[in-house]
């Protein structure tokens, strides 16, 4: 059974930096993207960034520059350092992990609360 724990999320200020981990256990996942999401009250669940098992990344174009995603499969822990936050980045943000080969192997973290506020 994979399961996802993801931490690090908090209040911070805007133009702070917050990092959230994402560890990963259940399975080899040097066979799985890796990735962040985020929902904000009242809006659908979006993509933030993604990295594949390479080491490939890709950004929602409001992160770009800002937040970065990595990976290290040693540990099958995903992490997100994000700099840089504005209001709008509050959200839930949630770790996902889908198997490369067979999409319905997707798996989701209980997410974690992320305040951008003064």
């Known amino acids: 059974q994979v399961q996802l724990v993801e931490s690090g999320g908090g209040l911070v200020q805007p133009g702070g930096s917050l990092r959230l981990s994402c560890a990963a256990s259940?399975?080899?996942?040097?066979?799985?993207?890796m990735g962040w999401y985020r929902q904000a009250p009242g809006w659908q669940r979006d993509m933030v960034a993604t990295?594949?098992?390479?080491?490939?990344?890709s950004y929602v174009g409001s992160v770009k520059g800002r937040f970065t995603i990595s990976r290290d499969n040693a540990k099958n822990t995903v992490y997100l350092q994000m700099n840089s936050l504005k209001p709008e980045d509050t959200a839930v943000y949630y770790c996902?992990?889908?198997?490369?080969?067979?999409?319905?192997?997707?798996?989701w973290g209980q997410g974690t609360q992320v305040t951008v506020s003064s």
């Open positions: 996902n992990v889908v198997h490369v080969l067979n999409r319905q192997r997707n798996y």
């Open positions: 259940g399975s080899d996942f040097s066979f799985y993207e």
């Open positions: 990295i594949t098992s390479g080491g490939s990344t």
